[in-house]
């Protein structure tokens, strides 16, 4: 089972939250074999008082401190050994330390995702994986999209299919992801909105999206660290005008480092405990956020093997 690194990117760069969970997540490459079942549960809090509104760095007294605390359920199945079908889905709480406005809580949305190993190889004294991942999100609640920085989420159903490149050598690896989303459009709470023009109609085109991640660390059967560097780019939208709300189609990009390590228990079998943090160090029309997060997980076989 692995890592936990964020997934919620999309919220993350509304500036709303989150991290996601992975147990043997989509962005790592590892995987659970077949028949056998990976449960997690994972806490993730975020945290933010400063923002980039378009490209300038600035703090707002009127809200204080964006925070959110992430409650998530997932789980992982190994349909075979090179397919693994994963889910989760988080309940988040938001909070603004400062103004009038008030936090949202509730479920967000469900992450279905389908993990396929298509290829491994030895080059040189190590091994040269790839893997194709299928991914989509959809609102599971019927929270506000148009409340940002407050709200849960985007409220858009979306689709995403990534390429990840993995090297093992010995002990050591290095990794390297790109990935493509494609969201649908939303639909809120008001006739008519303003973004570099005036929209008389209650329907938001939502802007596709771009994620690249590089990794390196150390893995053992005891133990895993991982560094990672992330960057989310929006393609399209526009730059939050001054004193305003952010809006859900605005451009969001932002570049991400962070940490991930994981213990996997000797004396229970089966048992893992992983813990991490990211931080945003630069951006576009996002907060400048700080996460940490810790879940535990637990693979177990979900049939028997028969006996010779």
Not at 82 to 93: D, W
Not at 223 to 243: H, L, P, Q, W
Not at 267 to 282: D, H, M, P, Q, W
Request: aromatic share 12%; with cysteine.
């Amino acid at each position: 089972m692995k890592y936990i690194y964020s997934y919620f990117i999309c919220m993350l760069l509304c500036a709303v939250i989150t991290n996601q969970v992975k147990a043997q997540t989509e962005t790592d490459a590892l995987m659970i074999p077949k028949n056998y079942f990976c449960a997690a549960g994972i806490y993730t809090h975020n945290s933010w008082d400063h923002y980039w509104e378009g490209t300038l760095k600035r703090e707002n007294l009127n809200l204080g401190t964006i925070s959110s605390n992430v409650y998530a359920l997932g789980g992982n199945y190994g349909l075979s050994n090179r397919v693994n079908v994963l889910f989760m889905v988080p309940y988040i709480k938001t909070n603004a330390s400062a103004g009038t406005l008030r936090g949202q809580r509730g479920v967000q949305d469900l992450m279905l995702a389908v993990k396929w190993l298509a290829a491994k190889e030895e080059i040189g004294t190590g091994l040269l994986s790839f893997h194709a991942i299928l991914s989509g999100n959809i609102p599971l609640g019927k929270y506000e999209a148009d409340y940002l920085p407050l709200s849960l989420g985007l409220q858009t159903k979306s689709i995403a299919i990534r390429g990840l490149l993995n090297y093992q050598l010995g002990r050591f690896f290095v990794a390297g992801a790109g990935q493509y989303v494609r969201k649908d459009n939303i639909t809120i709470d008001r006739d008519n909105y303003y973004t570099t023009e005036m929209h008389y109609t209650n329907k938001v085109a939502m802007p596709n999206a771009t994620n690249f991640l590089l990794s390196a660390g150390y893995r053992s059967l005891k133990f895993n660290a991982e560094g990672v560097v992330s960057k989310i780019n929006t393609i399209g939208g526009f730059d939050i005008t001054r004193n305003n709300m952010p809006f859900p189609s605005a451009n969001m990009d932002a570049t991400m480092v962070g940490g991930v390590f994981k213990y996997m228990f000797q004396s229970i079998r089966g048992l893992e405990f992983t813990a991490g943090g990211n931080y945003v160090v630069s951006g576009r029309n996002v907060g400048q956020n700080k996460s940490i997060f810790g879940g535990v997980y637990y693979v177990f076989p979900i049939k028997k093997e028969k006996a010779e």
